[in-house]
């Protein structure tokens, strides 16, 4: 059983609904949502299968708990649809990281951030990294004017979520997009109108009017 630190049932409660409703008394919304007032559970009943309606306690920790009449199973049905949608619209974020180190040249740094910008154009976060090695260590500010470079080059494409900090023999920082940054549209080149000269048929050469038969 699922409990708290005082003991409470943490489990959810289960929607009680028609002759499952055991209240002394319940306060009943029609299903245009009209308050029909404060009745015992059987006569709220009687009035949901007049309607051809369900009874379902929506609100069962006030006094009186408070009941709704309406189609239960087509309730649950759009529910359940409105969940799978929004799960299906949800985006699922991932870090993914760049490595650099102090020694990275100037190419190698502008293919990385062009990578960065990528993955912020998909949706992800991103870690960017220096990793040290020996004698690299005792000069992490070198790691800290690469990193605070990168940034500059990506401001306005960029929220920096962590500032460049030491983890060991690495010096990292967080990116994400930046509100209201939009990558830019690949551009499709227009086809050409030129043919190559595969595509254009040879022309025939006319035969010359003195030209004589090779057989004798």
């Known amino acids: 059983m699922n409990r708290d630190f005082r003991g409470n049932d943490n489990r959810p409660r289960e929607t009680r609904t028609n002759e499952r409703v055991r209240a002394r008394e319940v306060r ?3 299903e245009n949502g009209e308050m029909l007032g404060v009745m015992p559970p059987m ?8 309607r051809d309606l369900d009874l379902v306690e929506v609100s069962p920790n ?14 649950k049905y759009d529910q359940n649809k409105k969940e799978n949608e929004a799960r299906k619209r949800q985006k699922i974020v991932t870090v993914k990281e760049i490595r650099l180190r102090p020694r990275t040249d100037d190419h190698d740094i502008e293919v990385k951030t062009r990578k960065i910008q990528q993955f912020l154009a998909e949706g992800d976060r991103v870690k960017v990294s ?11 500010e070198i790691g800290r004017r690469l990193l605070d470079d990168i940034a500059e080059v990506l401001k306005g494409t960029v929220t920096i979520e ?5 983890e060991g023999r690495m010096m990292s920082m967080i990116l994400s997009r930046a509100p209201g940054w939009e990558p830019p549209k690949k551009q499709t080149p227009p086809p050409s109108d030129k043919q190559t000269a595969s595509d254009t048929p ?10 004589k038969d090779a057989t004798p």
């Open 28 to 30: 009943v919304i029609d």
């Open 43 to 50: 006569r709220a009943l009687d009035i949901a299968r007049e």
């Open 62 to 75: 006030v006094v009186p708990p408070v009941c709704k009449l309406m189609d239960y199973g087509r309730f």
């Open 130 to 140: 220096v990793q040290f090695r020996g004698a690299e260590m005792r000069h992490p």
């Open 162 to 166: 962590r500032t460049p900090s030491m």
């Open 202 to 211: 040879a022309e025939e050469t006319p035969q010359s009017s003195d030209a």
